[in-house]
């Protein structure tokens, strides 16, 4: 279950996923959060830079490893307008990250951009359990997802 609380840091993934689009990224962003529900670390989208390793979700990771002791990570909460893709679900895992609340699944998005007709990526998707077994996962959020589909949209066709 996702409380108010949560709900607060999963509002805060879909404006960073906003604040991505308006930098003329894709729309993703994400919050890392401690086990006492203090946000540590927060991302968007990078990946307009040239490099489509920049996935928010990624750089977590990353920030995690430097900042936080094992035991710390375990018990934070990575919350994500976007289920992880297999290179951030399997970057989550590696460096022992706890749970993950997303809004949007990648079966969500997957479907969205087909609707748009947006080209496969080069990368399959799989549901986060494919690839890290460990990871407690929760999501979609049925009321953000919706916005999520939209920022998506506004990505892939500007001009509505
Ligand atoms: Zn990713």
């Known amino acids: 279950m996702v409380d108010d609380a949560e709900l607060k840091h999963l509002r805060r993934c879909v404006e960073l996923a906003t604040e991505a689009l ?14 006492d529900g203090t946000v540590l670390a927060e991302d968007r989208n990078r990946v307009a830079s040239g490099d489509r390793t920049r996935h928010p979700e990624f750089e977590l990771a990353r920030w995690s490893t430097a900042h936080m002791k ?42 969205w951009l087909a609707e748009l007709g947006v080209s496969a990526p080069p990368v399959r ?20 997802a919706d916005e999520a589909r939209a920022l998506h949209r506004r990505f892939h066709r500007p001009n509505g």
Request: aromatic letters at 6%.
């Open 70 to 111: 094992p035991g710390e990570r375990a018990a934070a909460t990575v919350y994500t307008s976007g289920e992880h893709c297999p290179m951030c679900a399997a970057a989550h895992g590696w460096v022992g990250l706890g749970r993950i609340v997303y809004v949007a699944s990648s079966a969500q998005l997957a479907s």
């Open 22 to 35: 308006e930098a003329g990224d894709e729309p993703f962003g994400s919050v890392l959060v401690g086990a």
């Open 125 to 144: 998707t799989l549901p986060i359990h494919q690839v890290a077994p460990g990871v407690m996962v929760e999501g979609p959020i049925p009321g953000l």
